[in-house]
């Protein structure tokens, strides 16, 4: 494994370390510390995911993957709380938000649930309560209502890497 993908697993090591640290406040939809610790987190596990080719076996042999399932089942109920109030404060109807920014983090959230599956039954038991409690059907179902009453901001060229996999429809 090339020291690239070796630095996207310790980045998304270290924004699960800021993202455990930076002080749980939901208010309203006000933007938190928190929040944004929870965007760029997702924003790593995209990064990740694109590196590896969308491959999850080229990450799980990796020693970083025993720290991320650590820190990722010890704030799973933030991690929850984000995914679920994540389309209310950043998939709207006025185009505020860049459509790239909304995606990378819906592909983070895919990458960890899809590519880490498997690695444990504890952990998968994490993963579908992220995606069930989470309420990851509502973040979808805000992304189908953007992207079919045309308010989804368009995306500039190179948004869209170039192998992402088609059951990442947001980016269609």
């Not at 455990?20 to 929870?38: Q, S």
């Not at 444990?120 to 209502?145: M, P």
Request: glycine fraction near 8%; proline fraction near 5%.
């Amino acid at each position: 494994m090339g020291s690239d993908m070796n630095q996207k697993l310790k980045n998304v090591v270290q924004h699960l370390v800021k993202f455990e640290k930076a002080p749980k406040e939901i208010k309203g939809r006000l933007i938190t510390e928190w929040f944004r610790a929870g965007e760029r987190l997702f924003e790593e596990f995209h990064g990740l995911g694109v590196g590896a080719g969308w491959t999850a076996s080229r990450v799980r042999s990796q020693p970083e993957v025993a720290e991320i399932v650590a820190k990722v089942t010890s704030n799973q109920d933030w991690l929850q709380s984000f995914i679920t109030i994540y389309p209310n404060l950043r998939v709207d109807l006025e185009g505020a938000v860049p459509a790239v920014d909304v995606c990378r983090v819906r592909s983070g959230v895919e990458f960890l649930l899809r590519g880490f599956k498997g690695i444990s039954s504890s952990f998968d038991k994490v993963l579908r309560d992220l995606e069930e409690l989470g309420e990851l059907e509502e973040l979808d179902a805000q992304l189908r209502l953007w992207l079919s009453t045309g308010h989804r901001p368009e995306f500039f060229p190179g948004d869209v890497p170039a192998n992402t996999p088609d059951s990442h429809w947001w980016w269609s």
